[in-house]
């Protein structure tokens, strides 16, 4: 009778992340991905912090069960090496509850890697005790992470490679998201991982005129609002036409495009020390520099009447760009006062954060993406930028080894090494702008393609799939 009862149980997967869940969109993709393509029932454990996705929270197959998040400020000031270890022990006390005795018991746990201490192992203890599988979904190195502020020589970063190293090998299966990582795990790890490329969800489409003018309404504020001074965009401020943005306008209730309007960047960022800020702010200033230069523009033009006639339809060669950078992170404060103080004439930032439905009409209402991403490892690839091609948005990314997997020269976007090289390229593609600016025209049309020809369902039901229910069965 009970084996009866259990051949009939749905089946059940705990997706675990230590971390901000509706940061972690991989996750989220792989839940909604288990409940409506698995069948599954399907417990996310997280930390809270940011909305996931409404699809996720509107589905009644997937339940959220979120964890505190452990700060330990008092101790850091103290001992960093302290707070390190307590922090862990307390994380770890808190995973094997939740994972033990909070949710029921899962068939299969399927873990976001890194961060690896203690998740790993407490994953691995959860799986033993439950009679459930395990599997690693390998999106860097940890140790790599942690390399970055001590070093890859340092005692704790050697420690937290064994430990990754160690109970990353125990796991019934992995997924890992390039071939390069797949290489490494194999030869130097003795781990045979799967290779599951990321891919954007159907949510992430090219943007309407209608979802472009509804979305600069609705940020019409912000977009707006100086960071420091007056600049180039906040002067639009002053339109008095509701029917208008910065970008679109209404006549008899239709929408158009402004021929004036300024060139949309947009880049997302973690705010964290494997993406140097400072590139993208030193080309922007050059943009500006360059800009003024081949106009033959004086020092001392009065820059309030040259914004004042760019927002009545003066058009010039080269346009003013406005850069939305996205995202949340230690060191977004410290840019943001760089930012306030750069003198930029036609160019002007704004941060925020988007919710998750909110994201992706941004990245499709832009004109150009920017990542940059470097990797810690140099064996993973940025998954902003696998969104933008989702949204038909070409990119700038900054190079590393293995960014050519996602990346096509000349075909979905560029890469740069320097801010000069980013700043070249800003002035190359728009140059003509908005009519007359071919190649920017054709990275478009090339990462539309890109990003239609595979979306994440896809992916998941060639590769993910087949190895879930093998590991299961």
């Not at 995202?327 to 404060?333: A, L, Y």
């Not at 909110?358 to 004109?367: E, H, I, K, N, V």
Request: glycine share 6%; with cysteine; hydrophobic share 40%.
């Amino acid at each position: 009778m009970a084996a009866t009862a259990e051949a009939g149980r749905r089946k059940r997967a705990a997706v675990v992340v230590l971390g901000d869940i509706g940061r972690s969109p991989r996750m989220q993709y792989h839940s909604l991905s288990l409940a409506n393509q698995a069948g599954m029932e399907v417990d996310i454990v997280a930390n809270g912090g940011s909305d996931p996705h409404l699809l996720l929270r509107e589905n009644p197959s997937i339940h959220i069960h979120e964890m505190k998040t452990v700060q330990l400020t008092g101790i850091s000031k103290i001992s960093g090496a302290l707070t390190l270890v307590l922090k862990a022990a307390i994380q770890l006390i808190l995973l094997i509850w939740f994972l033990c005795f909070k949710i029921p018991r899962p068939d299969v746990f399927i873990v976001q890697n890194p961060p690896s201490v203690p998740t790993l192992a407490a994953v691995k203890l959860a799986s033993w005790l439950r009679g459930a599988k395990f599997i690693v979904d390998w999106h860097n190195f940890g140790y790599t992470l942690l390399g970055l502020s001590h070093g890859r020589s340092h005692i704790v970063v050697k420690i937290y490679y064994w430990f990754e190293r160690h109970f990353g090998k125990m796991a019934d299966g992995a997924f890992c998201v390039t071939k390069a990582m797949k290489h490494e795990l194999a030869q130097n790890w003795g781990i045979n991982a799967t290779v599951l490329y990321d891919q954007s969800p159907e949510f992430f489409h090219p943007t309407s005129l209608e979802e472009k003018h509804e979305l600069f309404s609705r940020l019409g504020n912000s977009i707006c609002s100086a960071m420091g001074n007056a600049d180039c965009i906040s002067v639009e401020k002053e339109v008095e036409d509701r029917n208008a943005t910065v970008f679109t306008s209404t006549v008899d209730g239709e929408i158009f495009l402004k021929p004036n309007r300024p060139a949309l960047v947009v880049s997302s960022t973690s705010w964290t020390p494997d993406e140097d800020f400072s590139i993208l702010l030193e080309a922007a200033l050059m943009y500006d520099r360059r800009v003024a230069a081949t106009l033959g523009e004086e020092d001392s033009i009065n820059e309030g009447q040259l914004w004042i006639d760019i927002k009545n339809g003066k058009q010039f060669i080269y346009p003013r760009l406005l850069f939305i950078i996205t995202g949340k992170g230690p060191d977004r404060k410290k840019y943001e006062e760089q930012i306030k103080r750069l003198k930029l004439r036609r160019v002007a930032f704004r941060t925020t954060w988007l919710s998750s439905e909110d994201y992706p009409f941004l990245l499709g209402s832009a004109d150009l993406g920017v990542s940059l991403h470097t990797s810690s490892s140099g064996l993973d690839l940025p998954m902003k930028v696998v969104d933008m091609f989702g949204c038909g948005l070409p990119v700038c990314a900054a190079s590393f080894s293995c960014i050519e997997e996602l990346v096509k020269i000349n075909r979905n976007g560029l890469l740069f090494s320097t801010s000069s090289e980013l700043a070249d390229e800003l002035m190359m593609l728009f140059k003509g702008f908005p009519e007359e600016c071919d190649v920017l025209k054709s990275l478009k049309a090339g990462a539309l393609n890109t990003g239609s020809s595979s979306k994440w369902s896809t992916e998941w039901e060639t590769y993910a799939l087949p190895l879930v229910n093998q590991v299961i069965g």
